[in-house]
């Protein structure tokens, strides 16, 4: 019956992971209490320009980073404004959020403070690490509007403005105001 034991328990030892350690319940639960020994503070009221970079660069002061998340519009892929920093050790992230809460950048007050350990990680979204390209809104609306237009267009443009025209003189009229102008239809004839 012993033999039987410690054949088991050797092949347990046997089968460990790259660290060495047994591969059991107990490891896999020690293992996911050190990753949530990081701290993430939320940074919020960013100034314009201040992106992951600065803040990368800014927050390194303080200690080791372990990340740094700006959230952008999907749509023009600016910042939103605000962003997660997540430290290597929760008590320097502690001091970073109070040092910083309320530190004046630019134009902007930072507001910094620690997430609670309820919060999720907002490093671990799906789509969190994405980036998007940048879009040059002003020269995508400038070639727009100089594209040729296709004749079923300009026909339905013509056709509101003359809709458009002849609900005003209807209004006038119901105002009582008799005032003739050369409108659009006059001049299409």
């Known amino acids: ?59 390194t002061q303080f200690g080791e980073l372990q990340g740094v998340k700006v959230y952008r519009s999907k749509k023009t892929n600016r910042s939103m404004g605000y962003g997660f920093v997540k430290f290597a050790n929760k008590e320097v992230a502690e001091i970073a959020a109070s040092t910083m809460n309320g530190y004046w950048m630019g134009e902007k007050k930072l ?28 020269q995508k609306f400038i070639k727009e509007s100089n ?7 300009i026909v339905k443009q013509l056709k509101t403005l003359i809709e458009n025209e002849e609900l005003k003189r209807k209004l006038l009229k119901e105002a009582g105001v008799d005032y003739k102008y050369i409108g659009y239809k006059e001049i299409l004839g």
Request: proline content about 5%; some cysteine; charged content about 30%.
């Open 111 to 138: 507001v910094c403070h620690l997430l609670p350990a309820d919060q999720p990680d907002p490093f671990k979204y799906k789509y969190g690490s994405q980036k998007l390209p940048n879009i040059k809104w002003g």
């Open 147 to 153: 594209q040729d237009k296709s004749d079923e267009k």
């Open 1 to 59: 019956m012993k033999d039987n034991q410690t054949k088991k328990v050797t092949k347990q030892i046997k089968k460990t992971n790259k660290g060495g350690q047994i591969k059991s319940k107990a490891n896999r639960l020690k293992l996911k209490k050190n990753e949530e020994d990081h701290g993430i503070i939320y940074v919020g009221h960013l100034p314009y320009g201040f992106l992951e970079e600065g803040i990368q660069q800014y927050f």
